[in-house]
């Protein structure tokens, strides 16, 4: 018996076309098999929802990923996450319950994220500076050597790793993911949302009651201040890449990261941002933001002790002159200084390990010397110089990515912050710039480089 006609006619095929390029419709198993395991899934969920209120988020969370994961991707969502943990990275305060209480729920979205990216990341070249391999190869082997070599061994290989996560492994991960475009646009405007949406909890939640200070969704009100000078440093390249008629967006934003570091009473933020204040304009030669800074500037003394005496006297500016307690807390940083110089004075090579009391010099710098010595230090300027650099050697928009690098560099000597994933996902931004110029992007790299290494 043999068939004919439109219904039953076999396809013309194309004789200049290979038959394994034409697709073909998947099997009927392929298409029931990813709604069938969802399915499943979700039954075996109900019970854990209807048991209790966390069981009952969990299970939705599960339930959307999954959602989520058959209809965009893995790669698409994977994307997703990275960009969602962007987001939550200045909320520190918010943390898994019991003994995980250490991680974020930034943490867990990057991990999962990046999870999902993995197959696609061992696909893609990993383009980074000589500077950062040499000194993040050197900082991993003196820190495990200095932490094996310490009295608490454990404890200091545990503080080392986040400080690697921090410097190394975060900003090693976004530059195998390779963002480019409007990825690097959201991954900017996602942490200064954040920060934005910190700071209305904050507001709403009220100051802490012992010193009037604000911490919004941060654990403490340092992290709170850092986390809004961090989010300022974004903003040169959101105004540069957004739209004209958005650029109000960015400003109103900027307004409300200033009013993050007035409202925690931190102090070295306020000296970084008004440090690069003064060298933004000379940087980028504009005469329009020198303009404004000198407006803002006369605005200050004008309302000098309006200003000091906001808040009862706890606002960084107040603090900074000397006002709401802050010398206790210069005398803190004093002594965690003088014991770190002490540890570096008994172990000056390769330091004393990692420890607590290490954590309380408050200066970066203070802290590798002491606990990886004159080697640890030495290889920790080459990583964070890689970080900085690209301000100098690349264009604009891009470069304008590399300010929150030098904002940490800046602030070093008065900030504790050398392990805090809330600025290390902030390094891995400025790091991207670096890793784009190492693979010789066109758009970070001029015509006349790209001339002088294609001769």
């Known amino acids: 018996m043999s068939f004919d006609g439109a219904p039953f006619a076999a396809p013309a095929r194309d004789p200049n076309v290979d038959p394994r390029d034409v697709p073909h ?7 029931v098999w990813p709604v069938a395991l969802t399915a499943v899934l979700m039954l075996g969920l109900l019970p854990l929802g209807l048991k209790s209120i966390p069981g009952a988020i969990f299970a939705m969370g599960v339930t959307l990923f999954l959602t989520a994961l058959f209809a965009f991707g893995i790669e698409k969502v994977g994307s997703g996450l990275v960009i969602a943990g962007m987001f939550f990275a200045p909320m520190t305060a918010l943390t898994m319950p ?5 991680i974020t729920a930034s943490d867990l979205l990057m991990v999962v994220g990046f999870g999902l990216l993995f197959p696609v990341l061992v696909t893609q070249p990993l383009h980074v500076p000589w500077t950062f391999a040499l000194g993040a190869a050197a900082f991993f082997v003196v820190g495990c050597v200095s932490s094996l070599a310490s009295v608490f061994a454990f404890g ?39 920060v934005v949406l910190s700071l209305a909890y904050g507001l709403l939640n009220g100051p802490l009651p012992e010193n009037n200070r604000y911490t919004g969704l941060s654990e403490q009100p ?12 974004f903003l040169p390249f959101l105004y540069q890449v957004v739209r004209p008629s958005r650029r109000w967006l960015v400003l109103g934003s900027g307004v409300l990261c200033l009013a993050v570091i007035w409202f925690s009473g ?24 020198a303009g404004a800074l000198a407006f803002g500037g006369i605005f200050v003394v004008a309302n000098l002790d309006r200003i000091l005496n906001d808040k009862g006297g706890s606002n960084a500016l107040s603090r900074l002159l000397g006002g709401s307690g802050s010398r206790y807390s210069n005398n803190e940083r004093k002594e965690g ?25 408050h200066n970066i710098y203070a802290q590798v010397v002491a606990a990886m ?5 030495t290889a920790f300027l080459f990583i964070i110089w890689s970080f900085v650099a690209p301000l100098f050697t690349t264009p604009r928009p891009y470069r304008l990515l590399c300010y929150p690098a030098l904002a940490y560099v800046v602030a070093g000597p008065i900030t504790p912050n050398v392990g805090s994933r809330y600025v290390g996902v902030t390094l891995a931004m400025s790091f991207v710039v670096a890793s784009m110029r190492e693979a010789g992007d066109p758009a970070v790299v001029s015509d006349e480089a790209r001339e002088r290494s294609t001769a």
């Open 266 to 289: 931190s102090r070295g933020p306020l000296v970084v941002v008004a440090f690069l204040a003064l060298m933004y304009p000379a940087l980028e030669r504009s005469l329009k933001v």
């Open 98 to 102: 019991g003994g995980a209480s250490f």
């Open 373 to 377: 010595g004159v080697l640890g230090l």
């Open 25 to 31: 419709p998947h099997p009927l198993g392929m298409r």
């Open 156 to 194: 200091s290989l545990n503080i080392l790793l986040r400080v690697l996560a921090a410097t190394v492994i975060l900003p090693l991960l976004f530059v195998w993911w390779a963002p480019r475009g409007r990825r690097l646009v959201s991954l900017a405007g996602a942490y200064v949302l954040g």
């Open 222 to 233: 340092t992290a709170f201040g850092y986390s809004g000078l961090l989010a300022v440093c």
């Open 337 to 361: 200084l003088a014991n770190a110089l002490e540890v570096f004075r008994h172990h000056p090579l390769i330091g004393g390990g990692w420890d607590f009391d290490v954590i309380l010099a």
